[in-house]
């Protein structure tokens, strides 16, 4: 079985690729930056471990020569454009850092784990596929642009010979979530929170991402871009499924859009004294009430990918945070 490179291990999908990969037999070895975060996983004993970082390239110079399969997942999300020069430090210039060793070690083939952040949005709401325009930089936000610049870097590898696919994936919900990163809006609805903002996004279950991912390995086409997507929710549709599955009241009242606003500004001055993150930044305000929805036919066309209903999705996602009491 071949054997696989992967960076952003400890991440959300890069843990759950992780293991869905041993589970089918490939070997694999990890380039990981902080070591101590592989107490979270299970499969800690059963990888590889390369100790280094995307953004030095010298702890990862030839690491990668006996394997036929380079995974890059690692990566920041960050909509915060105060924090700009970090992310594209890690999205960008990470992200060449792994494709210039990729094309000297002369692997078999490379899966860039990008978003649909680098894609674009449907301005009218509909729902876009792989060949919509860019048009992100309309709205100025760093996680838009990085990701985009990313894969501008793993188009010029192509160029230079490397055999890439890249992978997209919308917003990636499921068990694994070790760090509990996505329990908020699930504590809020627990707590009786009747809240909900306008809008919607595209929501997709972990498995079905990995299992595409895996897929790519084979079915992915050089040059090409998957988008991998589930169900296309606005943020009421999406907020009922968790209350119908806490079996608790669902959130009733829309807020309206001057308080979101304001408590962003707020937390936007208060992160320039303390050392917080503003959640959400202030580039974030322009995607309240936008319906950000996407078309992943051709990723279940030609990846293969499985279409798992949300409503299991978000099944799976609480009872794993039930039994890691994350909630």
Same mark, same amino acid.
């Given at each position: 079985?071949? /054997?696989? $490179?992967?960076?952003?291990?400890?991440?959300?999908?890069?843990? #759950?690729?992780?293991?869905?990969?041993?589970?089918?037999?490939?070997?694999?070895?990890?380039?990981?930056?902080?070591?101590?975060?592989?107490?979270?996983?299970?499969?800690?004993?059963?990888?590889?471990?390369?100790?280094?970082?995307?953004?030095?390239?010298?702890?990862?110079?030839?690491?990668?020569?006996?394997?036929?399969?380079?995974?890059?997942? &690692?990566?920041?999300?960050?909509?915060?454009?105060?924090?700009?020069?970090? !992310?594209?430090?890690? #999205?960008?210039?990470?992200?060449?850092?792994?494709?210039?060793?990729?094309? /000297?070690?002369?692997?078999?083939? $490379?899966?860039?784990?990008?978003?649909?952040? &680098?894609?674009?949005?449907?301005?009218?709401?509909?729902?876009?596929?792989?060949?919509?325009?860019?048009?992100?930089?309309?709205?100025?936000?760093?996680?838009?642009?990085?990701?985009?610049? =990313?894969?501008?870097?793993?188009? #010029?590898?192509?160029?230079? *010979?490397?055999?890439?696919?890249?992978? +997209?994936? =919308?917003?990636?919900? *499921?068990?694994?979530?070790?760090? *509990?990163?996505?329990?908020?809006?699930?504590?809020?609805?627990?707590? *009786?929170?009747?809240?909900?903002?306008?809008?919607? !996004?595209?929501?997709?279950?972990? @498995?079905?991402?990995?299992?595409?991912?895996?897929?790519?390995?084979?079915?992915?086409?050089?040059?090409?871009?998957?988008?991998?997507?589930?169900?296309?929710?606005?943020?009421?549709? $999406?907020?009922?499924?968790?209350? @119908?599955?806490?079996?608790?009241?669902?959130?009733?009242?829309?807020?309206?859009?001057?308080?979101? !606003?304001?408590?962003?500004?707020?937390?936007?001055?208060? &992160?320039?004294?303390?050392?917080?993150?503003?959640?959400?930044?202030?580039?974030?305000?322009?995607?309240?009430?936008?319906?950000?929805?996407?078309?992943?036919?051709?990723?279940?066309?030609?990846?293969?990918?499985?279409?798992?209903?949300?409503?299991?999705?978000?099944?799976?996602?609480?009872?794993?945070?039930?039994?890691? +009491?994350?909630?």
């Amino acid at each position: 079985m071949s /054997k696989i $490179f992967i960076t952003g291990a400890t991440g959300f999908i890069g843990n #759950n690729l992780v293991e869905s990969l041993l589970e089918k037999s490939y070997k694999v070895k990890l380039l990981v930056r902080d070591k101590k975060l592989l107490e979270l996983f299970k499969w800690k004993d059963n990888v590889e471990i390369v100790s280094g970082d995307i953004l030095e390239p010298d702890s990862f110079k030839d690491k990668m020569n006996d394997c036929e399969i380079i995974i890059h997942s &690692a990566a920041i999300i960050s909509f915060w454009n105060k924090i700009w020069d970090k !992310t594209y430090k890690i #999205n960008v210039t990470g992200t060449k850092n792994i494709l210039e060793e990729a094309l /000297k070690s002369k692997c078999k083939k $490379f899966i860039h784990i990008s978003s649909v952040a &680098a894609v674009g949005y449907g301005e009218n709401g509909e729902a876009i596929n792989e060949e919509h325009p860019y048009n992100w930089n309309k709205l100025n936000i760093s996680y838009m642009e990085t990701k985009h610049q =990313a894969e501008l870097e793993v188009y #010029n590898a192509i160029k230079k *010979g490397l055999n890439a696919s890249m992978v +997209n994936p =919308a917003n990636v919900w *499921g068990k694994g979530d070790i760090r *509990g990163r996505r329990t908020r809006i699930i504590k809020a609805i627990k707590k *009786g929170f009747p809240f909900y903002t306008e809008g919607g !996004t595209n929501f997709v279950d972990v @498995d079905a991402v990995c299992e595409a991912i895996i897929n790519a390995i084979e079915n992915g086409k050089t040059g090409e871009r998957y988008i991998l997507g589930g169900e296309n929710l606005t943020i009421k549709e $999406f907020s009922k499924i968790i209350a @119908d599955e806490l079996k608790i009241k669902k959130p009733f009242i829309r807020i309206p859009r001057l308080p979101i !606003t304001l408590y962003s500004y707020s937390q936007e001055i208060l &992160a320039r004294f303390l050392p917080i993150t503003p959640k959400p930044c202030a580039s974030q305000l322009s995607l309240i009430g936008q319906r950000i929805y996407y078309d992943s036919s051709k990723a279940i066309r030609e990846l293969k990918m499985p279409v798992i209903p949300i409503k299991d999705c978000i099944h799976k996602t609480i009872e794993f945070y039930k039994e890691h +009491n994350l909630i």
